[in-house]
């Protein structure tokens, strides 16, 4: 079998200020980025031997378009030196609308990265202002407009639904605007909302909720429609692309149980069946790296179920299903033959199909996926 070429994740952990949704871990000294820099710099040059080589590097956040373009560069002249990146590798990179420029994008393609991914969420103000985001719809068009004229041509843009407040039609508005600048691809995410986060208090002091069950699925179903007829393959539960050749090949790595390497704080690393995390606070990533040590958290060896849940789980959420040989090969399991009386009463309600060696899942299926994983 032909060896994999795994991902690079490559995690800024700094946000100048906090949307109300969000519960990744970022901070706002942006003071600190030189000296984070410096330690990245040595986590990249410790896993110099630990992987072949990458086809895919993602840059994300946090928000990365906080750093400036010198920084950037910096970061690739190490990924440069300790690793083998492919020709054709595809080089993305997350951006916040309200902090980009022509000149900046181009300085961006200058160094290789050949796709972004925007942050644009909506393009009502009233739903940025609800999620706290720090930008207008208004720098999100100029934004879009920005990376066209620097020369992106693989743009990717993410949206949120299921806001309180907003009704089907206004969410169908927000997606036609999208549609209507043409991005190569589009995620939409339903809210969520952490305990911890400043929206969630809200939501519990107001008294709001999010969408039910039923109104999650008309949703679903209205934003796969919507977008299809824009022309969109989706082709897993939250993202969409105009192309197949523009589905993201680093997030379906993750998927597919390709390897990776992640760097920064909190990021995810897996290869052989193994996953392990960094820790998350940027304090201690620092100091751990300032003595020498690797600031890893935690390493898991995946046991067989391990490995065949998450396959189940990750592939029944995407619309090429699992592939049952590549499935076998993996997991050491013949699916079919495993769970051949459930798998027919799925295919009997329509949740799944089996295809050329794949089992899918259907719309239906789809919109219950992380159901369905637990059969
Ligand atoms: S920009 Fe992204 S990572 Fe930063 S607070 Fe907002 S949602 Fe979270």
């Not at 956040?61 to 054709?88: C, H, M, W």
């Not at 309200?98 to 942050?119: C, H, K, M, P, T």
């Not at 068009?141 to 299921?162: H, M, Q, T, V």
Request: hydrophobic share 40%; aromatic share 12%.
């Amino acid at each position: 079998m032909k060896e994999e070429q795994a991902g690079l994740y490559i995690h800024i952990p700094f946000c100048l200020s906090k949307c109300g949704y969000c519960s990744f871990y970022s901070i706002k000294s942006v003071d600190l980025i030189p000296e984070y820099i410096a330690a990245l710099k040595k986590e990249i040059k410790y896993y110099r031997n630990a992987f072949s080589s990458f086809d895919t590097v993602y840059i994300g956040g946090g928000t990365p378009s906080l750093l400036n373009a010198q920084q950037l560069a910096e970061i690739f002249v190490s990924i440069n030196k300790y690793y083998k990146i492919d020709d054709r590798a595809e080089i993305t990179m997350e951006v916040n609308p309200g902090d980009v420029s022509v000149e900046y994008f181009q300085a961006l393609r200058s160094l290789g990265i050949n796709r972004l991914n925007i942050g644009i969420q909506s393009f009502n103000d009233n739903v940025l202002r609800f999620l706290e985001r720090r930008h207008s719809s208004r720098d999100a068009i100029a934004a879009i407009e920005a990376a066209r004229a620097a020369g992106f041509d693989n743009l990717g843009i993410d949206l949120i639904y299921g806001v309180h407040g907003v009704s089907i039609n206004s969410w169908k508005n927000t997606l036609r605007k999208a549609v209507s600048y043409k991005p190569e691809h589009i995620s939409c995410y339903q809210l969520s909302l952490g305990d911890k986060t400043p929206l969630y208090k809200k939501y519990s002091l107001e008294g709001w909720q999010l969408p039910d069950e039923k109104t999650e699925l008309k949703l679903f179903l209205k934003t796969a429609e919507e977008l299809e007829d824009g022309g969109y393959i989706q082709y897993e539960v939250s993202n969409f692309a105009r192309f197949d050749k523009f589905k993201s090949r680093h997030n379906q790595k993750y998927w597919q149980h390709v390897p990776y390497l992640g760097l920064g704080p909190a990021a995810n690393s897996f290869l052989n069946n193994k996953r392990w995390w960094n820790k998350a606070a940027v304090k201690t990533y620092l100091n751990e790296i300032a003595q020498g040590k690797t600031p890893v958290e935690e390493t898991e060896t995946l046991s067989s179920e391990q490995m065949q849940l998450e396959a189940l789980f990750l592939g029944l959420r995407t619309k090429e299903g699992i592939d049952l040989k590549l499935y076998k090969t993996k997991c050491g399991i013949d699916l079919l033959a495993q769970k051949r009386k459930i798998i027919d009463e799925l295919i009997k309600n329509k949740l799944v199909e089996l295809k050329k060696g794949f089992l899918r899942p259907t719309r239906a299926g789809m919109a219950i996926a992380d159901s369905l994983a637990l059969i």
